[in-house]
T-cell receptor
Framework: GENVEQHPSTLSVQEGDSAVIKCTYSDSASNYFPWYKQELGKRPQLIIDIRSNVGEKKDQRIAVTLNKTAKHFSLHITETQPEDSAVYFCAASIGGTSYGKLTFGQGTILTVHP | NAGVTQTPKFQVLKTGQSMTLQCAQDMNHEYMSWYRQDPGMGLRLIHYSVGAGITDQGEVPNGYNVSRSTTEDFPLRLLSAAPSQTSVYFC??????????FGNGTRLTVT
């Protein structure tokens, strides 16, 4: 089955700096890649997603890039703020009848210091 | 819309007890799923449903049963609780498979 590796496991940055989290996946058939943010004690919430026919997607301070050849995708957060502190999860999914079956990475604890 | 509602929020069980975690959604979503979240392991798919009467196993289905008799409800049954099932359980729904809309979770402790 699919395997998703996420790095780093923890990331500490100063407010205003950029943060980058990387994920690699094993199944070349995967074609949907979401990123979730989870605050302490809360549910995961989708912050951005990308499909395999797109190389990059941006939403204000957040961007995701996808390299299908290398089978990796990354989350970029610019101008980080203390409220960006949370656990971030990447995930991958194969299409068709397995479209909603997500395989998640292990998570990255992001801490933004004021 | 209430979204995805999970009950209970917290539960403590003794080894060998059985229980049902409830999940309901009012968005008329066809796709529903159950994930468990353990420290350092992300979320792992337990069971999955693409519509009423249709279920499928995920990555970690052992010890859990599901059924989908209505579009709205997708309960998760623990047949004989074990300490290894101590976890936070999230139910999710989606109109087309993705993206997932998660409930607020159920924190289960098995002693």
């Amino acid at each position: 089955g699919e395997n998703v590796e996420q790095h780093p496991s923890t990331l500490s940055v100063q407010e205003g700096d950029s943060a980058v989290i990387k994920c690699t996946y094993s199944d070349s058939a995967s074609n949907y890649f979401p990123w979730y943010k989870q605050e302490l004690g809360k549910r995961p919430q989708l912050i951005i997603d990308i499909r395999s026919n797109v190389g990059e997607k941006k939403d204000q301070r957040i961007a995701v890039t996808l390299n299908k050849t290398a089978k990796h995708f990354s989350l970029h957060i610019t101008e980080t703020q203390p409220e960006d502190s949370a656990v971030y999860f990447c995930a991958a999914s194969i299409g068709g009848t397995s479209y909603g079956k997500l395989t998640f990475g292990q998570g990255t604890i992001l801490t933004v210091h004021p | 819309n209430a979204g995805v509602t999970q009950t209970p929020k917290f539960q403590v069980l003794k080894t060998g007890q059985s229980m049902t975690l409830q999940c309901a959604q009012d968005m008329n979503h066809e796709y529903m799923s159950w994930y468990r979240q353990d420290p350092g392991m992300g979320l792992r798919l337990i069971h999955y449903s693409v519509g009423a009467g249709i279920t499928d196993q995920g990555e970690v289905p052992n010890g859990y049963n599901v059924s989908r008799s209505t579009t709205e409800d997708f309960p998760l049954r623990l047949l004989s609780a074990a300490p290894s099932q101590t976890s936070v359980y999230f139910c999710a729904s989606s109109p087309t498979g993705v993206p997932l809309h998660f409930g607020n979770g159920t924190r289960l402790t098995v002693t």
